[in-house]
C-alpha cells in the first residue's frame, strides 16, 4: 500500500498521523499484506467452511415451548409493580 493510500484511509478515519506514525502504520499494514499474500498460496478449495476454528458443529438448542402454564403467573409474583398483568418499569431518564 502506497503512503498517499494510507494519508487517505486516515484522513476518512479521521485518524491523525504525523510522519512517525505514518512510517509505523505504513510499516504494520505492509507485514499484515505480506502476510495474506503467503497465505494466499495455500489451497483451501478442499476445506469444509467452519464457523469457529474449533468447533465440529454449530450449538443450536431446539426451540421448544415452556410447558408449565403457571410460569408466568410466579414470575409476576415476584415482580415489584404489575400494571395489567405486564411488569412496570420506572423511567430511568
Sequence with gaps: MHRDELKITAEL???????????????SVTALLD??????????????????????????????????PELSDRILEQAPDLEDRLISIPNVL
Aim: no cysteine; aromatic share 6%; proline share 4%.
Design 13 to 27: 478515519a479521521l485518524v491523525e498521523l504525523d510522519e512517525e506514525r505514518l512510517a509505523a502504520f505504513e510499516r
Design 35 to 68: 502476510h495474506f499474500a503467503v497465505m494466499s498460496t495455500f489451497d483451501v478449495s478442499d476445506l469444509p467452511a467452519t464457523t469457529h476454528a474449533r468447533s465440529e458443529e454449530n450449538r443450536l438448542r431446539p426451540d421448544e415451548a415452556v410447558r408449565d
